[in-house]
């Protein structure tokens, strides 16, 4: 099945450290998504961006919704240890009655002490 | 509040048998999509379903199949089994699966077919 292109697939950073990864699609998006999965564990909604160009915030957490509707970044600030995880985003598509979200390739992100 | 429950959280299954997963949304949520992730990979598509009735549905064999009964929990039914179905069965749930419900995820249910 398809899926979005992430980059980059893995990032070994040292804490306080700023992080950043993107994702890249073929096809427009309605929404984009960004969902963190920790072992075990189901995917966690970060952040949600529903028009295109919108910048969002969380926290330490900043993402994009690019103006070409096939792309979206997302960026960690002064990393912690417990952002250790798998990032992936996802892009949602309404198509009549149906929605369905086509995830990423995901980026593991580990950090050192 | 709970939050979305998935049941049994791991099962090992022979090839050729048949499986049923199970979902409870969080109260008050009316969609139910189901996803598969393959180790490695990010969550694939299955299907969605509002209101009891099918919404979408992924690229997968006839041999996948859901259903959504009236309280919105739903089933998840996988037939003649095959080595590469062994994967984290997730299930969402949202509002009405539009466009800035969200999506709440469970923590999967792990299928090991061997």
């Known amino acids: 099945g398809q899926q979005l292109n992430q980059s980059p697939q893995s990032m070994f950073i040292q804490e306080g450290e700023d992080v950043s990864m993107n994702c890249t699609s073929s096809?427009?998006?309605?929404?984009w998504l960004w969902y963190k999965q920790e072992p075990g564990e189901g995917p966690v909604l970060l952040i949600a961006l529903y028009k295109a160009g919108e910048l969002t915030s969380n926290g330490r957490l900043t993402a994009q919704f690019g103006i070409t509707r096939k792309d979206s970044f997302l960026n960690i600030s002064a990393s912690i240890p417990s952002d250790v995880g798998i990032y992936f985003c996802a892009g949602q598509l309404l198509t009549g009655t149906a929605s369905k979200l086509t995830f990423g390739t995901g980026t593991r992100l580990q950090v050192t002490l | 509040d709970a939050g979305v429950t998935q049941s049994p959280t791991h099962l090992i299954k022979t090839r050729g048998q048949h499986v049923t997963l199970r979902c409870s949304p969080i109260s008050g949520h009316k969609s139910v999509s189901w996803y598969q992730q393959v180790l490695g990979q990010g969550p694939q598509f299955i299907f969605q379903y509002y209101e009891k009735e099918e919404r979408g549905r992924g690229n997968f064999p006839d041999r996948f199949s859901a259903r959504q009964f009236p309280n919105y929990s739903s089933e998840l039914n996988v037939n003649a089994l095959l080595l590469g179905d062994s994967a984290l069965y997730l299930c969402?749930?949202?509002?009405?699966?539009?466009?800035?419900?969200?999506?709440?995820f469970g923590s999967g249910t792990r299928l090991t077919v061997v």
């Open positions: 969402a749930s949202s509002f009405t699966g539009g466009r800035r419900d969200g999506y709440t």
């Open positions: 096809s427009i998006f309605n929404t």
